[in-house]
């Protein structure tokens, strides 16, 4: 299920709000519009990404647990993820 | 005849509880640039207190000085207000006082660098009774909730003036 539109508006809100990189020539109807396109996104992609995932983790991780795990390998792609390693 | 200035200085604003922009800091390469940081989303104000010293008629003026976080495009939607009490004559609880109709101006940013300096410029048209020598408060908000309001981060305002003529 995708998110309702006050999670959407307040995905979008706490975004702007965080984002400490230029939003060069983007305005707020573009990000509503690219929050909406992300959440149907991993609406229409979640099945192929369980999928992905190798056993046994597939079938003993909770669905929190899945979400979380793709959160913090893109929040590390996006280079917001410090682990302790990184000193 | 000539125009008196009152500088609404980000160090000097008060606020309500609730739903205010955050005071913060760059530090620049040559100097510090402090603002208030007025949200993308949400209707937040900042309020000064000052005096209508010699006024005389007319509209002020709010030049609003104010600077993106870091986009470089959309509009911001400002507001500005003021509600006037003339000591010894008006009888309102400054406690309960409201503000007259706000004005609002939207100012579009005029992009390629996104921290550069703009100025909105609003005619304060609602006066309020406004008189000479009356104690003045001043809103300045940012409708973020606003669907004319696009620019997609904080605005920051670097600084503000009312002016208005003496005569």
């Not at chain 1, 979380?68 to 390998?73: A, E, R, T």
């Not at chain 2, 309001?149 to 981060?153: E, F, P, R, S, Y």
């Given at each position: 299920m995708t998110l309702s539109a006050q999670d959407r508006f307040r995905?979008?809100?706490?975004?702007?709000?965080?984002?400490?990189?230029?939003?060069?020539?983007?305005?707020?109807?573009?990000l509503v519009a690219?929050?909406?396109?992300?959440?149907?996104?991993i609406e229409t992609n979640q099945t192929s990404f369980n999928n992905a995932l190798p056993l046994p983790f597939r079938t003993a991780a909770s669905l929190p647990l899945k979400t979380?795990?793709?959160?913090?390998?893109a929040m590390r792609r996006a280079g917001r993820l410090h682990a302790d390693e990184d000193g | 005849m000539a125009n008196v200035r009152a500088d609404l200085e980000p160090e000097a604003a008060q606020f309500l509880a609730t739903v205010f922009p955050q005071y913060d800091r760059f530090n620049g390469t040559n100097f510090p640039v402090s603002g208030l940081r007025y949200d993308a989303a949400a209707?937040?104000?900042?309020?000064?207190?000052?005096?209508?010293?010699?006024?005389?008629?007319?509209?002020?003026?709010?030049d609003i000085i104010w600077q993106a976080e870091n986009a470089t495009s959309g509009v911001v939607r400002w507001e500005g207000a003021i509600a006037?009490?003339?000591?010894?004559?008006?009888?309102?609880?400054?406690?309960?006082?409201?503000f007259a109709t706000a004005t609002t101006f939207d100012d579009t940013h005029l992009g390629t660098t996104g921290k550069r300096v703009h100025t909105a410029q609003i005619a304060?048209?609602?006066l309020d009774s406004l008189a000479t020598g009356d104690a003045v408060w001043v809103r300045i908000r940012r409708i973020g909730s606003n669907g004319a309001?696009?620019?997609?981060?904080d605005a920051w305002l670097l600084q503000a003036r009312l002016t208005y003529s003496d005569t």
């Open positions: 995905t979008f809100a706490q975004f702007m709000r965080t984002l400490n990189l230029p939003l060069t020539g983007i305005t707020k109807p573009d690219a929050v909406a396109a992300t959440d149907d996104w979380l795990l793709f959160c913090y390998v | 209707d937040e104000a900042a309020f000064w207190k000052i005096d209508a010293f010699n006024y005389g008629s007319g509209n002020p003026t709010l006037a009490i003339t000591p010894d004559a008006d009888s309102q609880d400054v406690t309960t006082k409201a304060i048209s609602n309001d696009t620019m997609a981060n």
